[in-house]
């Protein structure tokens, strides 16, 4: 048999088996092109939200740095409500660690322990849940439980 032959075979055995199966592919085709559109949702909305986040954190204006003056615990109130209002997003993160270095240099460390208990149990898996721990140790330090600390 001639090759041109066998491949115009093979090209009218496909037509005729797509035209045999084609609501089965319409329908598989059309769930691919549904759930990929679902997935793009999905992933748009994540990104939108972090961008939000982002946005928030960084609206927050940080008081000057005054000498040998404290922060006091009304400075932490934004980051915390950022937090409150982003949860799950690596901003909201971020705005709970720096809500409790506040609250630690505001010698608020039983607050300050309570934002970097809520960080630890919110984001485990956090590459800076270790600043959160040392953060908690701190506090139970100044604070006068050593033990605990340790």
Known sequence: MDKAVSESADFYNLVAWLHKNRQRLIIIVSVIVVIGAAYGIYVWHSNYTEAQANEALSSVKTPPEREGVLPSATDAQPYI???????????????????????FDANQFDQAKAQFDKFISEYPDSPLAIQASTGIAASLEAQGKAAEAA
């Open 81 to 103: 409500k950022v937090a409150a209002d982003h949860p799950g997003t690596a901003a909201g993160a971020r705005a709970l660690l720096i809500a409790g270095g506040i609250l």
